[in-house]
């Protein structure tokens, strides 16, 4: 099928004064009409795997003088923070080969079998040929503006910090009890950023009073591991933010602070933007 919409939105200031890029790979909410015909799932149930409303947290973005980046599509169409191999013979008929790893067994690749609570997505499978053209339309063009944003941004400040905004289901922390964090911050144990950005992260997410862990329960997948490369001045941090706090999760809704939260994000993404501030910057032309 013919994509109608592109894989992604994306917003560039000129100037570009940070070395910050803001990105959000599973908040699109764009279900095409014929994934909807043939999905197993009602549309709420469907949309339980997107994080919903995380791309509302980068709205400052141009005005900080950071890039950033929103997929379009949603995350139970195509897993934007997967490796482009990692393919599932149970969603897609007539594949040869498997993706290897326990995302791809679980029904989490690539091209997702299931949303949360394991509930299959679609009535049967899409052929190799729906398949590639999900991975060409969407996957190629957005990995392959990640990858430019960071060699753009590293030629004018000598480093990029990519940072990726997810939130994670408030069931997903339970087993912590009383102290269950409100913020995750992955960097892969240390190898996809630089301590001095997680260090500088986390305390502007502290400050507001908010509850940090690292890397518990998630550390970072396909995104952070493919971008975060500290030694070459290239940084990658996997931001889960907890839904509860922003959000009706049963109904998919925003709650009614939504307001005074998103003014709260405001305030963290500008401390964290300021990390990637040099002394003098150079520019980046608009698009």
Not at 100 to 121: C, D, E, Q
């Amino acid at each position: 099928m013919k994509h109608d919409l592109p894989a992604f939105k994306l917003s560039v200031p000129d100037p570009v004064r940070t070395s910050v890029i803001f990105s959000s790979p599973h908040s699109g909410r764009y279900y095409p009409s014929d994934f909807k015909q043939n999905t197993a799932l009602d549309l709420l149930r469907l949309r339980s795997s997107e994080d919903a409303f995380v791309d509302d947290f980068m709205r400052l973005a141009p005005d900080l003088g950071a890039c950033s980046i929103a997929a379009t599509y949603p995350r139970a169409y195509l897993d934007l923070n997967r490796a482009k191999d990692e393919l599932d013979p149970g969603i897609i008929d007539g594949l040869r080969h498997r993706g290897s790893g326990s995302r791809v067994a679980a029904g989490l690749g690539v091209i997702p079998r299931v949303v949360s609570g394991g509930r299959a997505i679609l009535r049967g499978k899409i052929s190799v040929e729906e398949a590639q053209n999900r991975l060409d339309d969407i996957w190629e063009p957005w990995h392959g503006r990640i990858a430019s944003l960071m060699e753009d941004v590293h030629a004018i400040f000598g480093e990029a910090i990519l940072v990726d905004l997810h939130s994670m289901p408030s069931e997903a922390i339970e087993a912590f009890g009383l102290r269950r964090p409100e913020i995750v911050i992955g960097d892969r144990y240390g190898s996809s950023a630089s301590e001095r950005i997680v260090e500088g992260i986390e305390a502007a997410f502290a400050e507001t009073g908010l509850s940090v862990s690292r890397n518990a329960p998630f550390a970072g997948a396909y995104i952070a591991k493919t971008y975060g490369q500290p030694n070459l001045g290239r940084h990658a941090v996997q931001i889960e933010i907890n839904r509860a706090l922003y959000m009706d999760e049963a109904r998919i809704e925003r709650r009614a602070d939504f307001p005074e939260f998103q003014a709260l994000m405001d305030g963290v993404l500008t401390r964290i933007a300021d990390i990637g501030r040099p002394r003098q910057s150079g520019s980046l032309a608009a698009e």
